[in-house]
């Protein structure tokens, strides 16, 4: 009993106070270190967004640590959070705008004034807007951040329909477009209930290393510290692989033959959660039938697992309840991406594990992003969006978030057809290295008569470009943004603590270009827009009326409790109002409303005749801690922990190549050839390899910065056949050949 004392506050306050006070506690032991002041912000090395405190001496960043508040990562933070002010001090950053002195891809840079760069944008913008056309000038992002909301709205403010990212095709958006189709949103893990889960079943992800979209990876290890059981899907022996109580060890590629079979276990063996099926889904009949076809002694020689595992994994995901499914872009990576995720996405739905505590949660939408203003866009552009004519889930009318079509846009600055893009506005796109066939990349960027970047360092891509600006890191600039993303019950606000130099956020630059082009939307302040996301949350819960983004700084975040079975009340946000196992939006656009099963266009089984030459079979989605896409490559205490890019070989393929754990590998496709070290496991088939994604070399001074040397993305395909859909292309599953290298070369 405490009678009569202070009152009880958690360990969590304690630790803030001590730390306000100018103490930092480690355990039970207090050491004095002042600070002038502490922050509480949201980490951004990846798009996660964990929320932490941020000490702050003489003007300058000296520590980041974790929030034990933050309703994500209640506290911890990951490698790469914890080198967050090696990043923000880094020499390499860019700190001031460059203009090209030299020829296209020269290295040669001129420093000018922020009012030169803006004056010369605003010149470049105006001059291709009157000769050819708005719809000319493209705008590119890279993975989502603080500025993806803002790069849509800038496009649909200026009106071109021409703005993309990898993402769109290649990673997330298809997932979303799935949630969409069958449940009017997208399901989440929930972590974040007193239910844990009972079972995860982790697909084409490793979320112990990748902690995006505010689903951070410490949630997933402490539910197996509390029992969860794992079924993991991966051709590679990942850390939770290593774990799992089934590993499905598949083919790359084959993840929608794995799923139908799946589907067609539970239903045949009557597993699937009856009552919510007849009540709450549509479309079971015809599901059923579809999978039919799709036994699992079918999918045993195209996927490479054996039948009795796949019913074995089938079973065990079916009656362990509640389930959550953790599933990741390497479900969309080939040209049969959107109808992948969906045999993946209907796993949940016909299990009942939708919308309940420890299954798969709906979101509480408690604030929209920063309005996008598509409204604005005008229908003759929209008509315009290159590849919106064919890809219609990707950039039509009815398109959940409407994007161009990447390969149909570098065929534009290359070709000029169906009509020219003469200018590329990017803004955190690191394209020779985010984009497949690299090498046609660089043809169509070369091939621009304006190039504008803007980022963090001076990449191979922005080397290519007439004006380079410098970005404002995490740690610089402001923002306000819900989390989880799609499906958020929290809101997190990231601080500007500190900038250095003359860098600048994104979304400065998109106001300020807006207003110097007299456009008529896209002109508000930053505080304007948080202000009007906020008035959005107001309307929803009235217990926020009035809230402030300054009172939100103060907090670092505010939340809702997370409610279940919303449907029973609301419905899903479907034509239906049911899950749609059989989708009403999918055939509404022309599609197969069904999944169904498509073996690669580049593989052993759809070309045989290419196996003869490059044997075996590539996947590229390897991803180290370290880093985030092609991010970090040059910060030193992350560097040091990962030196060089490492290709994961079999035991065997490595004898019969003569190849010993630790020598360069030279890796080629019919697109090109790369090298990397070779990591000698048997957590690899051994007819399938896997290379590491997004390698550069910083450390290299010339302008191309070793962009071919180590770039799995010299090796993938930009070419058709595309996702119907989507308009995906191929990025792993491809074939390949290997052999020693005697040193590293370009």
Known sequence: MNSGGPATVSRASLYLQTQIKGGET????????????IYKSACRMCHGGCGVLVMVKDGKVVQVKGDPDSPLNRGKLCIKG????????????????????????EG????????????????????????????????AQGTGRHHSRHV???ANALGTPNWYEPGTAQCFIPRIIAGMAGYGGLPICDYYSETNPACALVWGRNPTIAGSDGEPQFRIQDAIKKGTRLIVVDPRKTELAAKAEIWLQIRPGTDDALALSMLNVIINENLYDKAFVEKWTVGFDALKERVQQYSPQWAEPITWIPADQIVEAARLYAQIRPSVLEWGCALEHTPNCLQTVRAV???PGITGNIDIPGGMMMGMDIMPGAPNLFEHLPESAKSKRLGADQFKALGGKEAVHPSAHIPTVMQAMRTGEPYPVNALLAFGNNSLVSCADSRLVYESLMNLEFFLVMDLYMTPTAELADLVLPAASWLELDELFGVPYVAPFAVLAQQKIVREYERCSDEEVFIELARRLKLDVGTKSLEEIFKQQLEETEKLYPEFKGIT???IRKKGSISVPIQYKKYETLGFQTESGKVELSSSYMEKLGYDPLPYYSEPPESPLSQPETTEQFPLILTTGGRAKYFFCSEYLQVPSLR????????????LTAAEHHISDGDWVSIETRRGRIQQKANVTEGIAPKVINVQYGWWYPEDKTPEHGIWKSNANVLTAITPPYDPAMGTYQLRALLCRIKKADSIDG
């Open 640 to 651: 040091k922990k990962h030196p060089d890019p490492l290709v994961e070989i079999h035991p």
């Open 549 to 551: 983004v300054d009172e």
């Open 152 to 154: 849509v709205r800038f």
């Open 82 to 105: 914890l080198s967050s002010i090696e990043h923000l001090y880094h020499p390499d950053r860019l700190n001031f705008p460059l203009k090209r002195a030299g020829k296209r891809g």
């Open 345 to 347: 996405s209907l796993l």
């Open 26 to 37: 480690t355990g039970s032991r207090i050491t004095m270190k002042k600070y002038d002041k």
């Open 108 to 139: 040669k840079w001129q420093r000018i004034s922020w009012d030169e760069a803006y004056s010369h944008i605003i010149q470049q913008i105006e001059r291709i807007r009157d000769e050819t056309g708005v719809e000319s000038i493209a705008i």
